[in-house]
Each structure stands twice: as structure tokens, then as C-alpha cells.
């Protein structure tokens, strides 16, 4: 079974090797691992974002911001990231990942939790609808939802 647990300010390091990789993978930005281990260490303590590693080395990680739900009691949930590493992919670290993201979110009152991803990302979207995302506006049958994103 893979270890989960919630990231602090001393895991920045780990947390931003593991971002600039998944950054790179995916042609993303990437201002470097010096830059995000500074950023990530910062946001930690802040509580502006919450992290979730995987595995001893750590083999991948969730990372998460909370904000104020203002149509339902308690917080919602942004799942921004959600990673592991290559050579990890395919031994349930995504799947205990997913879980305890989820766990954490109901333990932080989270109402609802929202994330993004690409159509071409197939075992993503697979991971996320077995855990019962939709992409649906009304579960199965509805019409398609978009996610949009743009540089400012």
C-alpha cells in the first residue's frame, strides 16, 4: 500500500522537482526548481496551498488550494495538480493520491472539489470519473463542461 501524507514546508524541495518534472513532461512553464522550491515553501506555510506526496521519494503528489464556497456551506476545493512520476504510473499512487485528497478535502469541510485536464490526458480522466468526477453539468447525460484557462 503507498504512504500518504500531507506535505510541509520542509518537503518544498521534493514537492518542486516533482512540479518542474510534471511541468516539463507536459511542455508547461516552469520557472525552474530554485524559483518553485522558494514559491512552494512559501505558499505551505501560508496555508495558501496544501500538498499531498506519495511514496518514500516522494512518487508523486496532489496539490490543492481551498477558498471560501459562497453558494454552499463549508469550502470548495481546487484540485491544481495531481502527479506521479512516470516510472511510478500504473501501481494504484494516483488512485491513493485521489483518495486522500478526497479524505482531506471532507476533513476541511470542503462542499466541492473542481480540477482541470486535457482530453488527451485518457488515464487522468479515467482515474478522476472512476472516483466519481464528471465532466457533465448534470452527471451523465448532460451537456459538456468546460475548463478555461488564459495567460494575463
Given at each position: 500500500m503507498t504512504r500518504v501524507r500531507r506535505a510541509s514546508p520542509d518537503d518544498a524541495p521534493a514537492?518542486?522537482?516533482?512540479?518542474?518534472?510534471?511541468?516539463?513532461?507536459y511542455d508547461d512553464i516552469t520557472p525552474g526548481i530554485d524559483v518553485l522550491t522558494e514559491r512552494i515553501a512559501?505558499?505551505?506555510?501560508?496555508?495558501?496551498?496544501?500538498?499531498?506526496?506519495?511514496?518514500?521519494?516522494?512518487?508523486?503528489?496532489?496539490l490543492l488550494r481551498f477558498s471560501t464556497c459562497l453558494t454552499?456551506?463549508?469550502?470548495?476545493?481546487?484540485?491544481?495538480?495531481?502527479?506521479v512520476v512516470p516510472a511510478r504510473r500504473g501501481k494504484g499512487i494516483g488512485r491513493a493520491l485521489m483518495?486522500?485528497?478526497?479524505d482531506l478535502c471532507r476533513e476541511r469541510g470542503a462542499a466541492w472539489i473542481f480540477l482541470g485536464t486535457s482530453e488527451t490526458d485518457k488515464a487522468a480522466r479515467a482515474?478522476?470519473?472512476?472516483?466519481?468526477?464528471?465532466?457533465?453539468?448534470?452527471?451523465?447525460?448532460?451537456?459538456?463542461?468546460?475548463f478555461y484557462e488564459r495567460e494575463l
Open positions: 514537492v518542486a522537482r516533482l512540479l518542474h518534472d510534471f511541468n516539463t513532461e512559501t505558499t505551505l506555510k501560508s496555508g495558501e496551498i496544501t500538498v499531498v506526496l506519495a511514496g518514500e521519494a516522494p512518487d508523486g503528489f496532489a454552499m456551506e463549508g469550502l470548495e476545493a481546487y484540485l491544481a495538480e495531481l502527479y483518495r486522500a485528497t478526497l482515474l478522476y470519473e472512476s472516483e466519481g468526477f464528471t465532466n457533465r453539468e448534470d452527471g451523465e447525460s448532460g451537456p459538456l463542461m468546460y
